[in-house]
């Protein structure tokens, strides 16, 4: 989901997706060009039945090879002309609450923070910064929202390839120390406030809390992404305090992979000369069914946001 970067609230106007992508068309190609560190990242806006979406792409870096069958040779990759190989990921604008899909095509591919990067360093007509954040569920956004505080907060990280960059802050930059140092091991980080007896102390204790409250937000708005039962983060649980009716507080816990909206669609590209659309047409399709399977679920979840 879309928002404004630093609106007071997560709520913002449905912008004019079709608009804005036919504004950044019209820039010169140079111009839908950002780095960031040591990444560079084009954007173009695509059409499929007459609905607008965009492509945007990671320049691939380092040395990269291929096979020749003719010759039976593995050796490097020449590219004619001015050419680059990128990884791609297919961004879909739904017509309502600036709900996007996204289908990465690799793991290297850019991921919504970089989607964010670049929609606020082009000039694509819109006023303000963005923020793209995860849409999770209605019950959990509820939870999160109405916390008196957060009092604990625990993730797992699974084994694999990096998954944050070096730039970051808070839980993220937490998270990427703890995985740098054993990227094949099954890693959970657990944060919790202590209890403590004495006004000094519950002073302490309710900085701490107000702090992990606004540390688990931020995680979800840059990471979400990476929250899911198959994700690199495939627990994500925090305890909360809650007001009841009667005034007391109760305590509860909110588990962002169970309500988070996420939807895995296998895609086989079609490849061969002979293919009648563009080369874009199957992730298209499969982010469009799989926003068409979960609508109810997304308009639900966006509803609730505040």
């Known amino acids: 989901m879309v928002r404004a970067k630093e609106a007071g609230s997560l709520r913002f106007d449905h912008l004019d997706w079709p608009k804005v992508l036919t504004n950044i068309n019209h820039l010169p190609f140079e111009r839908r060009r950002m780095v960031h560190d040591d990444d560079v990242y084009v954007g173009e806006p695509i059409e499929l039945n007459d ?44 017509p309502y609450g600036n709900v996007i899909g996204i289908l990465q095509g690799s793991q290297s591919a850019p991921r919504p923070t970089a989607l964010q990067r670049w929609l606020n360093a082009v000039n694509s007509g819109i006023q303000e910064d963005l923020a793209v ?19 604990l907060f625990e993730m797992r990280l699974r084994p694999g390839p990096t998954m944050f960059p070096d730039a970051v802050d808070g839980l993220a930059d937490f998270a990427r120390r703890s995985h740098k140092q054993n990227p094949d091991a099954l890693i959970t980080l657990t944060m919790k406030i202590p209890k403590g007896r004495g006004l000094a102390r519950s002073a302490t204790r309710a900085r701490g809390e107000r702090r992990l409250h606004t540390n688990v937000r931020e995680f979800l708005s840059d990471f979400g992404s990476l929250v899911g039962p198959h994700g690199a983060v495939d627990r994500a649980v925090a305890e909360v305090m809650l007001s009841a009716s009667d005034g007391s507080v109760i305590e509860d816990k909110i ?15 079609p490849r061969g000369p002979s293919i009648a659309g563009p080369w874009y047409e199957a992730a298209v ?13 997304l308009k639900g979840a966006v509803s609730a946001m505040p």
Not at 55 to 63: H, I, S, Y
Not at 133 to 151: F, R, T
Request: with cysteine; charged share 30%.
């Open 255 to 269: 588990n962002f992979v169970n309500d988070h909206i996420t939807a895995q669609k296998q895609v086989t590209l």
């Open 285 to 297: 399709r499969a982010v469009l069914q799989a926003a068409s399977e979960h609508e109810r679920d």
């Open 51 to 94: 609905m607008k979406h965009l492509v945007l792409a990671r320049l691939r870096d380092g040395d990269l090879q291929q096979i020749d069958w003719d010759r039976q040779s593995i050796d490097s990759l020449r590219l004619d002309g001015n050419r680059n190989v990128v990884d791609t990921t297919i961004i879909c604008f739904l």
């Open 133 to 151: 954040i995860p849409l999770v569920g209605k019950s959990a956004w509820e939870k999160l929202e109405k916390a008196e505080s957060v009092n």
